[in-house]
């Protein structure tokens, strides 16, 4: 831009076009002179290919895809060096994640961003880059019911024939969230999240963050099944190495102390892996 120095900055363009992150991204790089460098596929290997090809600086992506490359280990195979900050959003950054991407890339700054489609994005402040609150201007959000509601200058007017997503200028996000003693947020599920297990609720969230404890699971989802007596159970499939059985009993084993027996999944599958969607996310079984 006239009169604006320009920054000897590369960042990849992970969220294309279709995507709000995506069009930010690109407004911001072209704000500040920076070079974008587009993948010509989102693999693990060929996203690190083009951070060692190109020198990249910056990687704006989602959480889904860094566990996926925490379990690839592709990041072991390239010269990643030039990467000085990783940002993350569009879905919910459980805390184990974290700081097991944090362990892996201990030189490297991790910052959370936050908005939606129908706001755009938010200037967001990650509280560490081993923490999962962070904080908005004071003015642009409001907590009802532990449910996060925005407002934004950019925001849309409403979708049509409904009105319950827009309450006088709020956005309704679907996200519950709880507030540290600093006023700092963390995303702790969405509302389309709760289980329902015979007229007790939990998030699906709580469950899986749990598991993640586990040292031997590098990846799960929770979600409902439907059970004809209790309404609803909850189910869950873990990737991990080990057997049906051994994963039963150590993820049960470990949550018997922790968990209420509600929370503790009936059914656990293991998989090769857990599907994500075009956007990065996980392909997430939600209740209608």
């Known amino acids: 831009m006239r009169g604006k120095k320009e920054k ?7 969220l294309l076009f279709d995507h709000i992150g995506g069009l930010n991204t690109m407004l911001n790089a072209l704000s500040m002179g920076a070079t974008l460098v587009i993948a010509d596929n989102f693999s693990a290997e060929n996203i690190c290919l083009s951070i060692e090809k190109y020198k990249v600086n910056v990687l704006p992506t989602t959480p889904s895809f860094l566990n996926l490359l925490l379990i690839s280990k592709e990041y072991e195979k390239f010269d990643l060096s030039s990467l000085k900050l990783i940002t993350y959003g569009t879905e919910r950054m459980d805390e184990n994640i974290l700081k097991r991407l944090k362990n892996a890339f201990s030189k490297i700054k991790f910052i959370q961003t936050f908005g939606t489609s129908e706001t755009g994005i938010l200037n967001a402040n990650s509280k560490s880059s081993t923490s999962t609150y962070f904080n908005l201007n004071k003015d642009e959000y409001k907590i009802v019911n532990n449910e996060l509601y925005i407002k934004s200058k950019t925001q849309f007017l409403g979708y049509l024939n409904a009105t319950d997503n827009n309450e006088d200028g709020w956005f309704k ?14 995303v702790v599920g969405r509302n389309k999240e709760l289980i329902n297990v015979g007229g007790n609720k939990l998030l699906a969230s709580e469950v899986e963050s749990m598991i993640l404890q586990i040292p031997q699971i590098k990846d799960a989802l929770v979600y409902a099944e439907a059970n004809a007596l209790l309404g609803q159970n909850v189910a869950c499939d873990v990737v991990c190495e080990l057997d049906k059985n051994e994963a039963k009993s150590i993820i049960r084993n470990f949550l018997k102390d922790k968990l209420a027996s509600y929370k503790i999944p009936s ?22």
């Not at 996000?173 to 963390?186: A, S």
Request: proline letters at 0%.
């Open 8 to 14: 000897d900055l590369k960042i990849l363009l992970f």
């Open 267 to 288: 059914r656990i599958n293991v998989v090769s892996k857990i599907d994500i969607t075009s956007r990065f996310k996980k392909d997430r079984r939600l209740n209608s």
């Open 173 to 186: 996000t679907g996200d519950l969230v709880q507030v540290d003693e600093n006023g700092y947020i963390k």
